[in-house]
């Protein structure tokens, strides 16, 4: 929501004119700030905006990327389980060789 004013070719002159004379005597604009639900209703009308541009993945897209996450998720756990057996194992043998 824009609360700004749009200035139009008069007011430009205008500005400019005062702008050389050195005086500003162009009206001051007290801009009330917007209410609690006024806020939360541009809020909901700028989500609305944005979801109208979102791009929705298709179901196949949505299926194979599944996919791949479990396969990397699978893949992960037994790295990370081989990895702790390994270190596990180092660790108890250095706890033998120092006994």
């Not at 200035?7 to 007290?30: I, M, Q, V």
């Not at 700028?46 to 893949?75: G, H, I, N, Y």
Request: charged share 30%; aromatic share 16%.
């Amino acid at each position: 929501m824009s609360l700004a004013k749009e200035f139009t070719e008069e007011d430009e002159k205008r500005s400019r004119k005062e702008s050389d004379n050195g005086e500003d005597n162009s009206p001051r604009l007290a801009l009330k700030p917007p209410s609690f639900f006024g806020r939360i209703g541009q809020f909901y009308h700028d989500v609305k905006l944005e979801m109208r541009k979102t791009s929705w993945p298709t179901r196949s897209e949505v299926w194979s990327t599944t996919v791949v996450v479990l396969v990397a998720v699978v893949f992960f756990g037994f790295y990370l389980w081989g990895v702790d057996y390994l270190v596990t194992l180092g660790f108890q043998q250095l706890e033998k060789v120092f006994r």
